[in-house]
């Protein structure tokens, strides 16, 4: 559930990348090649799919990270 | 007139490299060229207040937005962003988004912040994307070439590049009227097979795209022959190209002075102003911020009032053309 909303947005976001090859480990900003104005835009693509508001600046480094920040939040796999 | 045929411009006084005394002095001038214009002006107000007085402004068509802090380019763009509730950029954001009124925003103060609210503020979930930074440049031909990115994505992906193209003549029609603006794509040589990998894969998907007048590649040289309407660019590239553009204009402009001086001949001053006129930033307005709800216009950092002047004129004739594009 949370990894296929996350393809969704990611794939949104950066539409070259080859969203199959899309793993936990998958750097954001190596691997997906994003800047900072992307992870605001990944942020905000998150808080829409997912339907919450972050209430801190947030600084993933990968999928992993989003994944387990997910959880905490409530979101179930 | 009443109020409903009046458009605002908000105006964000703060953060750029003159203070808030020259962005006002614009503000005042662009009220004058305008009889439908009203002006929101945004930043500490005793500074604008200041302004306004000095300037002789006509009141009945200037609203005053108090603000306590300013988003400096030592700030990280997000961070003040978010954090920076009561800064003149994101109380101007925030008006612009809430004030059907409003049909525009000038700032010249940090470009990665303006970017970062104008995608907050102004983008609707489901249609939102990264916002580029286009600048309008005068072509050999009379008319103008929107330069796409001008340096707001360094690194770009062949679909950021389609996108900025489609941004680009959206853009192209609803300033300048064009019905089908010619986008070309910068590159080492005209020819298909020419460019590195970015531009020979955005070749290949501009070429079948129907909905764009797509007329190839471009080459430096032709930058701004009025070959195309739209030139679309990486952000590394298009900024070498706007501010190689602005070093070849001064360096031809200073050759002219140097050579009027040595002969006395008036007629040469009459060629460098015109060539100032038509060539200097201050004259050009600002850079477009595309991708978002309303037009949000950077202005130069050090632009002066000239230059707020012009780029308040450029959003009062896109109003006129048409209020809100995306």
Same mark, same amino acid.
């Not at chain 1, 905490?72 to 796999?77: A, L, P, R, T, V």
């Given at each position: ?11 949104k ?13 998958t ?16 942020a ?5 799919a ?6 801190e ?14 959880k ?6 | ?10 105006i964000d ?5 003159k ?65 920076? +509730?009561? /800064?003149? @950029? !994101?109380?101007?954001?925030?008006? &612009?988004?809430?004030?059907?009124a409003? =049909?525009?925003?000038?700032? %010249?103060?940090? +470009?990665? /912040?303006? @970017? !970062?609210g104008?995608?907050?503020? &102004? ?5 939102? =994307?990264?916002p580029?930074? %286009?600048?309008?440049?005068? /072509?050999e ?24 193209a ?24 005209a ?39 739209v ?6 590239a ?23 001086k ?24 600002g ?9 949000v216009?950077k ?28």
């Open positions: 559930m949370i990894m296929e909303k996350l393809e969704v947005v990611l794939h976001v950066n539409p070259d990348f080859d969203i199959s090859t899309l793993s936990e480990e750097s954001l900003r190596s691997d997906l090649g994003m800047d900072s104005l992307a992870m605001m835009l990944v905000m693509e998150i808080e829409d997912f339907g919450f508001r972050f209430e600046p947030v600084d993933f480094n990968t999928v992993g990270d989003v994944v387990r920040f997910l905490e939040k409530g979101f179930k796999d | 007139m009443d109020d409903k045929s009046k458009i605002t411009v908000v006084v703060m953060g750029s490299d203070g808030p005394a020259t962005i006002v002095k614009g503000a005042c001038q662009a009220l004058e060229d305008s009889a439908d214009l009203v002006v929101c002006l945004v930043g500490d107000e005793s500074s604008i207040k200041a302004a306004l007085e000095e300037n002789g402004a006509p009141m009945d068509r200037v609203r005053i937005v108090g603000t306590t802090d300013v988003i400096t380019n030592y700030d990280h763009p997000v961070a003040a962003i978010q954090k920076k +509730t009561d /800064a003149s @950029l !994101v109380k101007a954001l925030t008006i &612009l988004r809430d004030d059907p409003c =049909v525009g925003l000038v700032n %010249a103060g940090s +470009t990665g /912040a303006l @970017l !970062v104008s995608m907050m503020f &102004l983008s609707n979930p489901g249609e939102r =994307v990264r580029a930074l %286009a600048a309008v440049l005068p /072509a031909n009379g008319g103008f070439v929107c330069l796409v990115d001008t340096g707001a994505n360094i690194d770009c992906l062949p679909s950021m590049l389609v996108q900025f489609h941004q680009g003549s959206q853009f192209m029609k609803d300033m300048y009227r064009l019905e089908n603006p010619k986008v070309g794509l910068l590159s080492n040589g020819e298909e097979t020419k460019g590195n990998k970015l531009v020979k894969e955005t070749h290949l998907v501009l070429k079948e795209d129907k909905t764009i007048n797509f007329v190839g590649n471009i080459e430096g040289t032709n930058a701004l022959s009025g070959d195309c309407d030139l679309v660019c990486d952000g590394f298009g900024n070498q190209v706007l501010k190689n553009s602005e070093g070849i204009a001064r360096r031809i402009i200073m050759d002219i002075v140097k050579y009027a040595q002969t006395g001949e008036p007629k040469f001053m009459a060629l460098v102003q015109h060539l100032m006129a038509t060539y200097d930033f201050n004259s050009l307005g850079g477009i911020v595309l991708g978002v709800t309303k037009p216009i202005a130069h950092g050090a632009a002066n009032e000239a230059s707020i002047r012009n780029t308040v004129k450029m959003l009062v004739n896109l109003a006129h053309n048409k209020n809100i594009y995306v």
